[in-house]
Structures are given as C-alpha cells and as structure tokens.
C-alpha cells in the first residue's frame, strides 16, 4: 500500500487502480441489505463526515428502485462473497464506492477506512493520493484477531467522565477496537454494597447501559470486568467485609501496603458476596461474557487458608475457588474471562480448566516469555487472549520503545498459537499519574497489529498517532507523545514494568539515596532529552475540541520529569547550602505541579481518586520541608 495514504490500521491489501472519484454533491447512500436498519448507523457516519467535511448532503435510501446514476455509495452485506468474519471488499471508481462486507461489523470496519480517506482529503493536503477527489482503489481487508480490545484501569485511581468514555469509544471503533473493559475493583454503584464505593465517583447502571448502547452501535462489545478474588483491598478495608479477607492482621507489610488484600478462598460467605456481586452488575451488559480477574492473589496461603494450602497445595486451593467461581458464571448464562498468572505457576492444572473458559495471557515488558505460556494454554486446549499493554502506567510519561516492543511480540506469539483475542491493558497503578493521551500510542499501535500484523509493521508511529489520536496534520504532536514516552530510557536503568524517574518521584528521599547511584550527568542529560522531546509541541496543529488540554497535560507530565531529575540531583547533592536551597525550589516546583494536576484531572476524570493520587505527591513534597542528614 502506497506509504502516503495514512490509515490506521492500514489494510490487509489496498490496490491502487487509477484516476480519482470526485464526489459530487446530492447523492443517495444505498443500504441493499435486507436488514437495512443494521447498516443505518455506519451510513450516518459517512453522512455526517461528508456534511462536515465537504457541506455536501447524502440522502439514505434501502430500495435499489431508484435511479443508479443517483446512487454515490452502496453497502451490502454478501457472505458469500466475502469469506472472512468481520472482512469487507471497498472499491471506489470514477463514478461511485461500492462496499461488499461478510457482515454488519464488516459493513461499519469499511466506513471506518472510507473515513479516513475522506479526513486526508479534507484535511491532509499534502497528500498527493487524496487531493481533489477520494483515489480510485480496491482494499481486501480482515482482521487477524477476531477480537481486538483494549481494557481501561478505572479503579486505580481515575474514574474517567462519561464524555472522555464516549469521545474515547468513537476513537477506538475508528481504529476497528471490537470489545472495550473497565477494570473494576470498586467503581461500579453496587446499591446493595454502598459504602465500598461511596467516595469513588463510580459508574452508575444507567451509565453502563448508556454506554453498553453507544458501544453496540459501534460493534463494540461492552464486557463486564469485576476483580474477585485479588486486589479486593477496597471492600476488604471496610468492617462489613473484613471478615472475608485471607488476611486480616494490619501489621504485616506487603507491596501493596497493610492489611488484606485477597478473599479467604475456603470461607463460603466470599462466595456469596461474589454471586451478589454479579446478579446486581451482569444485567447492565448485553456481553454474555465477563472478566473476573482472579490475578495476583500474593497473600493466598498466607492467613486463613494457610492449612488447607498446605494440606492440599496452594495451586490446588486457587483452583477450586475459581472453578466455584466459573460455577457463578456459567449459571448466569456467562462465559468466564479470568487473568492465567496464577495457574500458569501451577501448569499441572491447567489442563483441569473448563474447556469453555477464556485464560488472559497477559505481560508487559518487550521481553515477556508469550511462546513460552501461551504454549501451555494451547497444549491444554484452553482458548486464550494475550494481552500485552501501553506501557503508560508507572511511568508518567510512557514507554515508547518497550509498549512498541510488547505489543508488537503479543500480536506475533498471538497469532502463532491460536490466540483468539489480543486485549490491550491500560493501568494506572500507583496512582495514574499518566494523563489519558499518553496511551494513545499504545492504543493505536495495538490497534494497528490487531487489526493486521504484517501490514503494519512498518507504521510511521509518529506520524500515525500524529494524525489520528491527536489530529494534528503537521506530525509534530505524534513525535512529541514518542519522544517524550522514550525518556524512561535516557536515565540508564529501567526497573520491570516502569521508569526509574518514576519511582524517585514514588519513593521518599532517603530510599533514593540508599540506591546505586545514578551519575548527576545522566540527570542533566535526561533533563536535556525532556525539553528536546517537547520542542515540537508548540508547532502542533491540533485539530481537537481539546487541544488546549492536550498541550496541558504534556506540559504538567514533562514539568513532572523535569522535577524527578531534580529530586535526583538533590539525592545526590552533599552541600548543605546548595541542598537547603534545593529543597526549598522542588517544595515551590512540587506545590505548582499538584495544583495544576489536580485542574487536569478534573477535566476529564471524576473527582474520587484524586486524593489518594495527589497524596502520592505531597509525600514526595514533604521530603523538601525536612532538614537534609
């Protein structure tokens, strides 16, 4: 496919086949499917954009008793021509398109791309392809994976406003994204359950079933996703809940903190909660699938099932639990989506799961052994998603080489062993700090070797995400959101599944100094590589209702960067002058960033989270008031 036509995903196969269709004014849309309501949607969108982008109005019709010459696009749903699920045939000539799909989704996936092809005309004139008329073409296109996801941290710590979620679906549907997660521990208004949630900002059922439509007609398939066994610290914390913890005593220290974490897997009443749980959540969704999670129980045999653990195995244990669990699910008429991290320690007993489970094959680093547990899940004959991630969490600012890298090893292990599904993750671990367009790359790149792999290999990241994440023409704030994301990789050390400035942001003063030192001149050159990175953004072009916002929050997340560096110089610095006067700066520095964060996330996020976020902040803040050792 000719490099200058930029669509993303690109197509399996595009032809170019001479001369240019210059669409005229007052032609009809033809739906000659016999369910022509189910293509109605995907033709408003092509109205609109014609409206929007050219004043021109196309009239829909769904009878082929009208005059042809008339007739500018015709949708048609043939099966027996076009082979692949989801796949579609487009042609444009001199005097109309044509769309032949294998299906509805298929009909919708090739207005996407005739989309796109209509926004370069109208807004990419530098390319040679589109100026003056749409080019005459032939694509054969389908997707590599038959699901294509992409799956959002709403717990931890940012509930995103309900305009962000729809502005954030239409975006995804563009880029062919079939299936959307919320990751849940305690975000959704369970009424039986109020004081879990009350200071969350949780979604509400209307919301859900508000956006479970908006997604449907955009052939998304909204999937339930409530944790339920690990990362239960939410609800465990609270008096009426605590009794169902495996680990109840608040002295002992774990990586997430004190107190419990995971349910007691041999206490009968964690179950209950759990079919509670899903009688009050599952209704809101049309999916007949959900995500129970069940990942990273780390304190499983550590309090109340510790003699059964022993008795019978840990692996043993973890089972039965989720196979109770997969009971729950499957009564209610539901398949069962669940995190494979703790059963593949035990690979003994994968070959005891259901059959009709879904195991989530996920890991975040460009290295990730995928051939080597995907392996193990195909072996057993369990179906399976990989589920690579945009490497924005812990971070700040991203990891641009390593989400590329992971992604891109996710889509080729995937499609080697039989993956059914790729599910792209976005966390927001220790507070999510990152603000939402840093994982633009990330989506688009999943998106792009989801969609099809070889044919997008070779993408342009920058220029791509340049244009269709930020709308920005002149290429110069996709090189920012790339550049900025690769400074994790200036500082010389790069700790699992985040940035090291990350951390010297996280961890208090004295914990920075106890490390192996990192030279004062590696800081000064990071801080060199942060303002090259953001010299572009001034020359963007942003053609969002947001764009003002956008520039915001790079500017806050790069002044974050900028300050990790300082703290590190001050861990380093062993005059007390110049160190008291150090810390007087980054205390003033820290007090500008919280408040401008805290405008920036309001703007697109709800207001529960935010404090235990910005509290990650003023304890980095506090260090600066105490009296250097």
């Known amino acids: 496919m000719p490099a200058n036509l930029l669509l993303l995903p690109r197509p399996k196969h595009l032809t170019l086949s001479g001369g240019t269709f210059f669409m005229p004014d007052q032609r009809l849309i033809l739906l000659d499917y016999s369910a022509p309501q189910a293509l109605r949607f995907a033709a408003a969108r092509w109205q609109q954009a014609l409206q929007d982008c050219l004043g021109f109005t196309w009239e829909v019709v769904a009878s082929k008793a009208v005059p042809m010459e008339q007739v500018g696009l015709t949708l048609r749903v043939l099966p027996e021509r076009v082979s692949h699920l989801q796949g579609y045939e487009l042609a444009i000539t001199p005097d109309r398109i044509t769309v032949e799909a294998h299906d509805e989704a298929g009909a919708f996936y090739a207005i996407c791309t005739l989309l796109q092809l209509l926004e370069g005309l109208c807004f990419l004139a530098e390319n040679e392809f589109l100026r003056g008329g749409l080019p005459c073409l032939h694509v054969s296109d389908w997707p590599d994976f038959p699901v294509r996801g992409v799956m959002l941290d709403v717990s931890r710590d940012k509930v995103p406003k309900m305009d962000t979620l729809l502005d954030l679906v239409d975006m995804l549907a563009g880029w062919k994204i079939n299936q959307l997660q919320l990751y849940t521990e305690h975000t959704f208004a369970y009424r039986n359950h109020p004081e879990v949630w009350a200071n969350a900002s949780p979604f509400t059922g209307q919301e859900v079933l508000d956006l479970d439509a908006y997604c449907r007609q955009r052939h998304i398939e909204l999937v339930p996703n409530q944790n339920s066994f690990g990362h239960m610290h939410r609800w465990l914390e609270h008096p009426r809940y605590t009794h169902l913890a495996e680990v109840t005593a608040g002295d002992t220290e774990y990586w997430w903190g004190r107190g419990p974490f995971s349910l007691c897997p041999t206490d009968p009443r964690s179950l209950d909660l759990l079919r509670s749980l899903y009688d009050e959540l599952l209704p809101h969704f049309s999916s007949r699938m959900i995500n129970v ?41 539901h398949t069962m989506q669940f995190w494979g991290d703790i059963i593949l320690e035990h690979p003994d007993l994968i070959s005891e799961l259901p059959k009709d489970v879904i195991a989530l094959e996920w890991g975040y680093e460009a290295s990730h052994p995928f051939a080597a547990h995907l392996a193990k899940f195909a072996a057993a004959g369990i179906p399976f998603y990989v589920c690579p991630g945009t490497s924005s969490w812990c971070s700040i600012a991203g990891r641009t080489d390593n989400a590329i890298g992971n992604l891109l090893s996710a889509a080729e292990n995937g499609l080697d062993y039989g993956a059914t599904g790729y599910l792209n993750t976005d966390w927001g671990d220790h507070g999510h700090w990152q603000a939402l367009p840093v994982s633009y790359l990330g989506f688009a790149v999943g998106a792009a070797y989801a969609w099809a792999l070889d044919a997008n290999r070779a993408m342009d990241v920058p220029r791509a995400v340049s244009w269709h994440a930020f709308r920005d023409p002149t290429g110069a704030m996709g090189r920012v959101a790339y550049d900025l994301g690769n400074v994790y990789g200036a500082i010389g050390v790069e700790p699992p599944n985040s940035s090291a400035l990350f951390w010297i942001l996280q ?73 008291d006067k150090m810390h007087a700066e980054l205390d003033q520095d820290m007090q500008e960033i919280i408040q401008d964060y805290k405008r920036i996330w309001l703007a697109r996020n709800r207001p529960g989270g935010l404090d235990d976020s910005v509290a990650r902040l003023e304890r980095a803040r506090e260090d600066y008031r105490k009296t250097r050792v």
């Open 507 to 579: 961890r208090p003063l004295e914990w920075v100094r106890a490390q192996q030192p990192i030279p004062s001149d590696v800081f000064q050159r990071t801080l060199e590589a942060i303002d090259r990175a953001m010299l572009p953004l001034n020359g963007a072009q942003i053609a969002r209702p947001d764009a003002g916002l956008i520039a915001q929050e790079y500017t806050n997340m790069a002044r974050l960067l900028r300050h990790a560096c300082k703290r590190g110089l001050l861990a380093l610095e062993t005059d007390r002058i110049r160190a």
């Open 293 to 333: 999670g069940c990942d990273e129980t780390f304190d499983l045999g550590e309090g109340r099932s510790k003699a059964e653990c022993e008795k019978r195995g840990k692996g043993r244990v973890y089972l039965d639990f989720l196979l109770k669990i997969y009971e729950e699910v499957k009564a209610r008429q």
